[in-house]
C-alpha cells in the first residue's frame, strides 16, 4: 500500500511546508500551520503529457472562432449587472459575504425564479429550513432540486441523474471530496474540490456558484488560490442592522469589475433596487440643518446619497469625532481644512457624521457635501432644497475637479435637483442642462452660496 503523503499548510495563505514552522514565512501569521494529508502525486514527466493523443493545439488567434456568446439570464437585473450581462455557461462563479447577509437567499431566490433545471446544494441547511425559507420567497417552481450533500462524489452522481442547467453550492467549505483526507473547509479540501467543479463545469458547460464564507478580517476563508481558480468573485456586503446590501465584483473573467447591484432585504427575500438615488435621500418637508446631499458614483453607477452631520459642544474634554459609513480619518482632514482655511472653530466641539441607509462610500467626490453638512449643522442654517454637491476638497481649500463629473449631474437633474456645486476646473461636457451648474474654486465661496 502506498504511504500517505502529507504535508503542511499555512491555514491562512495555503503556503505549503515540508515540515511545521511556527510562523508562516509568506504571511506571517503565527500558529496556522496544520498538517494535512494529501494527494499521492503521480510522478509523471510533462514529456510524456505533451505526446497525448488528444493534447490542445496552439491556434492563431485569427484561427480560433468564437460562437455569439450565450449567457444564463438570471431574471434578476442586478445579479445579471454584475456579471456582466449573465452566466456565462461553464464558469465558476464564487459568491462570498459575512453570515447572515443574505447569501444563501440571494441564490435560492435566483434558483427559484428560474425556468431552467437548478440543483441547489446545500451542506449547511437542512432541506425542511430551504423549504422554510423557499415559502417566505414564494415563486415555487417545478425545476429548483434541493440536495443536501457535502461530498462531491455524490453530488456529481446527482448531477448526472438530474442533468441540471445551473449548479448551486452553498458553500465550498462544507465539501470535501474522497481523494483527500483532511477535514472539510481545510486548504487542501477546497482546492481539490473546487478544482473537481471547475473540470465539472468546463466539461458539461453548466454554470456553477459557490457560496464562500468569509474570514473575519473580510478576506474569502481558504486560499487565495480560491479567487485565482474561480472566473467571477463577487461580494455581497452592507450593514446588517439596516435592509440595504450590495453586491460587487471583485473578479470578472467576462465582464467589468465596476458594476454594482443594489438589494433590500425584505420580510419575503431581496427586492431589487432599480433606482436607489430614490431611495436613499430621505423625503422630509422640513428644512433641516446639518444635512446635504452628495452625487456619487459608485463603480459605473451614479447614486445620490445623503449625508447627516451634528456639531455640538464638547462636554469632555476632548472631543469626539465619529464616522459611520465614511473615513474617520478623512473626516478629522476635512475638519482641519474647514479650521484652518475658512476660520471655523470646531476644536472645541464634538462632529458626528452619518451616511443614511447604512451604506458606506470611499467616493472622494462626497467631500463637499461632507463639509457643507458639517458647517450647516454648526449654524443650524438648513441647505436650501434642491442642491447637491460633488467635488473634493483639498488640503488648501480648493475644490478639486471629480470623475464621471456628467453622470452625476445628469442624475441629479434626473432626481429633480435644481443646482449642483462643481469645481471651477471640472471640465463638463454637457451642452445643455436643466439644471444650474454652480462653479466654485474655494470652500470661502461655498460658504458664501450657502450660508452668505
Ligand atoms: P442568509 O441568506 O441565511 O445569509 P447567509 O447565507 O449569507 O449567511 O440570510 C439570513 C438573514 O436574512 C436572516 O438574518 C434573516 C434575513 N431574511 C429576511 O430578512 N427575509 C427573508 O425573506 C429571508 C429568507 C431572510
Ligand atoms: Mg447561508
Request: glycine residues 8%; aromatic residues 6%.
Amino acid at each position: 500500500m502506498a504511504k500517505t503523503k502529507t504535508a503542511f499548510f499555512c491555514q491562512n495563505c495555503g503556503t505549503q511546508y515540508a515540515k511545521w514552522v511556527g510562523q508562516c514565512s509568506s504571511c506571517k501569521e503565527w500558529n496556522t500551520i496544520v498538517e494535512e494529508v494529501v494527494q499521492k502525486e503521480d510522478k509523471k514527466s510533462w514529456k510524456t503529457d505533451t505526446v497525448a493523443k488528444q493534447a490542445n493545439k496552439p491556434l492563431r488567434v485569427s484561427e480560433i472562432t468564437q460562437e455569439k456568446e450565450l449567457r444564463l439570464d438570471t431574471l434578476d437585473q442586478e445579479f445579471n449587472r454584475v456579471l456582466g450581462g449573465g452566466l456565462v455557461p461553464g464558469s465558476l462563479t464564487l459568491l462570498g459575504g459575512e453570515p447572515g447577509i443574505g447569501k444563501s437567499t440571494l441564490l435560492l431566490q435566483i434558483a427559484l425564479k428560474l425556468p431552467y433545471k437548478i440543483l441547489y446544494v446545500s451542506g449547511e441547511e437542512s432541506q425542511r429550513q430551504i423549504k422554510m425559507r423557499a415559502d417566505r420567497i414564494q415563486p415555487n417552481s417545478e425545476n429548483c432540486y434541493i440536495l443536501t450533500e457535502t461530498k462531491t462524489q455524490n453530488i456529481f452522481q446527482q448531477i448526472s441523474t438530474i442533468e441540471p442547467d445551473l449548479v448551486i453550492i452553498d458553500s465550498i467549505q462544507t465539501l470535501h471530496t474522497d481523494y483527500i483526507e483532511s477535514a472539510a473547509g481545510s486548504i487542501s479540501q477546497i482546492r481539490e474540490c473546487t478544482a473537481e467543479l471547475i473540470k465539472f463545469a468546463k466539461e458539461s458547460h453548466t454554470p456553477v456558484i459557490l457560496v464562500g464564507h468569509i474570514t473575519k478580517d473580510g478576506t474569502i476563508a481558504g486560499p487565495k488560490i480560491l479567487e485565482h481558480m474561480v472566473d467571477t468573485v463577487l461580494q455581497f456586503e452592507g450593514d446588517r442592522n439596516y435592509v440595504y446590501r450590495i453586491l460587487r465584483s471583485l473578479k470578472n473573467r467576462f465582464g467589468s469589475t465596476a458594476e454594482l447591484g443594489i438589494y433590500e432585504m425584505q420580510g419575503s427575500g431581496l427586492r431589487e433596487v432599480n433606482n436607489p438615488s430614490e431611495v436613499l435621500i430621505s423625503k422630509n418637508e422640513e428644512d433641516l440643518s446639518g444635512t446635504a446631499i452628495a452625487a456619487t458614483v459608485e463603480g459605473m453607477r451614479p447614486l445620490l446619497i445623503e449625508i447627516q452631520a451634528l456639531v455640538s459642544t464638547a462636554v469632555y474634554g476632548t472631543p469626539q469625532r465619529s464616522a459611520t459609513g465614511f473615513n474617520a480619518k478623512r473626516l478629522n482632514m476635512l475638519l482641519a481644512v474647514l479650521e484652518k482655511r475658512a476660520g471655523f472653530k470646531l476644536g472645541a466641539k464634538d462632529v458626528f457624521l452619518n451616511i443614511t441607509g447604512g451604506i458606506s462610500v470611499d467616493d472622494p467626490a462626497i467631500d463637499l457635501a461632507v463639509m457643507a453638512a458639517i458647517l450647516s449643522s454648526n449654524s443650524d442654517i438648513a441647505i436650501e432644497k434642491g442642491v447637491c454637491f460633488a467635488a473634493e476638497v483639498g488640503l488648501a481649500g480648493e475644490i478639486r475637479p471629480v470623475q464621471r463629473v456628467d453622470q452625476r449631474i445628469i442624475e441629479a437633474e434626473k432626481l429633480g435637483f435644481s443646482k449642483i456645486f462643481v469645481s471651477k476646473n471640472n471640465k463638463i461636457g454637457l451642452k445643455k442642462t436643466g439644471i444650474q451648474i454652480q462653479k466654485v474654486s474655494k470652500i470661502e465661496d461655498v460658504v458664501a452660496h450657502l450660508f452668505g
